[in-house]
Antibody, heavy 115, light 112 residues
Framework: EVQLLESGGALVQPGGSLRLSCAAS????????MTWVRQAPGKGLEWVSI????????FYADSVKGRFTISRDNSKNTLYLQMNSLRAEDTAVYYC????????WGQGTLVTVSS | DIVMTQTPLSSPVPLGQPASISCRSS???????????LSWLQQRPGQPPRLLIY???NRFSGVPDRFSGSGAGTDFTLKISRVEAEDVGVYYC?????????FGQGTKLEIK
């Protein structure tokens, strides 16, 4: 059974940084692309970023490009999202999902950007 | 960026009746590899999203056969043949053909 467990969400001040993690199990992590998606309170889903299996191919939404960095450690079956220069509009539940078509999702971790 | 437009935004449906949600993309979703990467996801209240349909019409593992997807190019449809109480939630289309990937704005399915 695929399991994805996000962690690292917190309350952070505008301009601050945070690193999210997503621990994966139940599938061959090193063979799978991984995706981050976020959902602001009461809003719809927003695609954030994707990283391919080897880790060298990454893509971002325009809203986070230059501020967020996706990475992975295949030896630890873990996906990361480094978030810098955080803004109030980055406040959301952040989900990790397996694959580009997001066939499995974690429960999410809440990031709140506020002073 | 490809804009995904869903209609309706809200759909009250009696139990046992069919439901249909449309998703239109601003550009063709046919990938250079010949596939069309259009998915449908369901998000029940308080839950993370769940994949229902991928590549237009393929049901994901464990998805009931009352859910079906169709369409081509820029116009796609999710149909529920007979709505059940557990189908309440928000439905999203997702295009994974061109970066950045984009979601539709969501359609809220309610029981009338």
């Amino acid at each position: 059974e695929v399991q994805l467990l996000e962690s690292g969400g917190a309350l952070v001040q505008p301009g601050g940084s945070l690193r999210l993690s997503c621990a994966a199990s139940g599938f061959t992590f090193s063979n799978s692309a991984m995706t981050w998606v976020r959902q602001a309170p009461g809003k719809g889903l927003e695609w954030v970023s994707i990283i391919y299996s080897g880790g060298s191919n990454t893509f971002y939404a325009d809203s986070v490009k230059g501020r967020f960095t996706i990475s992975r450690d295949n030896s630890k079956n873990t996906l990361y999202l480094q978030m810098n220069s955080l803004r109030a509009e980055d406040t959301a539940v952040y989900y990790c999902a397996k694959g580009g078509q997001t066939d499995s999702w974690g429960q999410g971790t809440l990031v709140t950007v506020s002073s | 960026d490809i804009v995904m437009t869903q209609t309706p935004l809200s759909s009250p449906v009696p139990l046992g009746q069919p439901a249909s949600i449309s998703c239109r993309s601003s550009q063709s979703l046919v990938h250079s590899d010949g596939n069309t990467y259009l998915s449908w996801l369901q998000q029940r209240p308080g839950q993370p999203p769940r994949l229902l349909i991928y590549k237009i019409s393929n049901r994901f593992s464990g998805v009931p056969d009352r859910f079906s997807g169709s369409g081509a190019g820029t116009d796609f449809t999710l149909k529920i043949s007979r709505v059940e109480a557990e189908d309440v939630g928000v439905y999203y289309c997702l295009q994974a053909t061109q970066f950045p990937y984009t979601f539709g704005q969501g359609t809220k399915l309610e029981i009338k």
